[in-house]
């Protein structure tokens, strides 16, 4: 009821022992608070909370024009509704070393388990975007050891995310990003987020490369297939995220929905693929509520279905 009991000292524990547990960690991207708990419910063993999506459900594009205070609040909303640990897309970390400071404290006190910074320049676009430019090794660096300086909890994860693999086609691209992943763990970094990898053989190279846990990016639309959960476990991914796969599962219905609301005028067609009222109210857990106080809440509408 109301959020997790689960405090986020404990959470980022748990996310530290799934890292090294050498089983992949799941997390499909909350794209809503509402979806925290159904990805909990559903056995996964984390949620990922996406820059791009943030952006998208505001209507802009994903270029860095989302706020530290935008961010940290959806960081809160999403982290407090799952006992789970969640991990937030902080993008290139809203400034200079000092404002990654500032970020790292902010995302601290809104309960997530961890963040990763990019050594994309500003304005950053999505990473499997042609055309990204990166900063140098000197100030990638700085981002991540300024993030790892500020945390207060040492429990919370720091993951430096290196674009530099989209900057430079071949095998040319991919050696400065095995490059750059041995600077970024030199200086801290916990994880280690290779934006745009093409294949798997090139997840076996970072792999290879570092020693700390490495993560995936699953985005559909990218620079590569999906691969699957067995497959990236198999070249030993640690992590895998979903980013933005539910936001677009979500917008192919809603836009499915309302052409066929427009065209025949009802959305009884729709009924079977709707989320029904009782499914809704199981994931706001009604029942914890009706049991805290009776006297205000009582859901027994007559005349609701489902
Ligand atoms: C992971 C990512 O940073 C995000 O904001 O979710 C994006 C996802 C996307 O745009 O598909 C990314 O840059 O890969
Ligand atoms: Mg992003």
Redesign the pocket.
């Known amino acids: 009821m109301l959020s997790s009991q689960v405090d986020a000292r404990a959470k980022r524990q748990a996310f530290r022992a799934g890292l090294e547990s050498g089983r992949l960690q799941r997390f499909p991207?909350a794209f809503t608070p509402l979806t925290a708990p159904l990805i909990q419910e559903l056995g996964f063993e984390g949620a990922?909370i996406?820059?791009?999506?943030m952006a998208a459900e505001l209507g802009l594009p994903?270029i860095g024009l989302t706020t530290l205070t935008e961010v940290v609040q959806r960081g809160h909303q999403i982290s407090r509704m799952t006992d789970l640990p969640t991990l937030i897309?902080a993008d290139t970390g809203f400034g200079e070393p000092m404002n990654v400071a500032r970020t790292v404290h902010e995302l601290e006190d809104a309960g997530v388990a961890g963040l990763h910074i990019e050594d994309q320049v500003n304005p950053k676009r999505?990473?499997?975007l042609d055309g990204k430019e990166v900063v140098s090794a000197d100030v990638a660096a700085q981002r991540i050891a300024a993030a790892v300086k500020a945390r207060r909890d040492p429990g919370l994860v720091i993951m430096a995310r290196t674009d530099v693999r989209g900057t430079v086609p071949g095998e040319q691209g991919l050696s400065l990003a095995v490059d750059r992943a041995k600077a970024l763990e030199a200086v801290g970094a916990d994880a280690i987020f290779p934006?745009a990898m093409q294949s798997l053989a090139e997840f076996e190279a970072i792999r290879a490369a570092v020693k700390v846990p490495i993560l995936a990016?699953m985005?559909?639309f990218?620079k590569s297939r999906l691969f699957t959960h067995e497959e990236l476990e198999g070249v030993g991914v640690n992590l895998v995220?979903h980013?933005?796969s539910l936001l677009r599962i979500a917008m192919g219905a809603i836009e499915r929905g309302l052409v066929d609301l427009r065209d025949s005028g009802t959305l009884d067609g729709q009924l079977d693929g709707m989320q029904t009222r009782a499914r809704l109210y199981e994931l706001n857990d009604y029942a914890s509520y009706s049991a805290f106080d009776q006297t205000l809440f009582d859901f027994e509408v007559p005349g609701t279905h489902e």
């Open positions: 991207g990922y996406s820059g791009a999506v994903d897309d999505c990473g499997h934006e990016n985005t559909e990218g995220i980013p933005v």
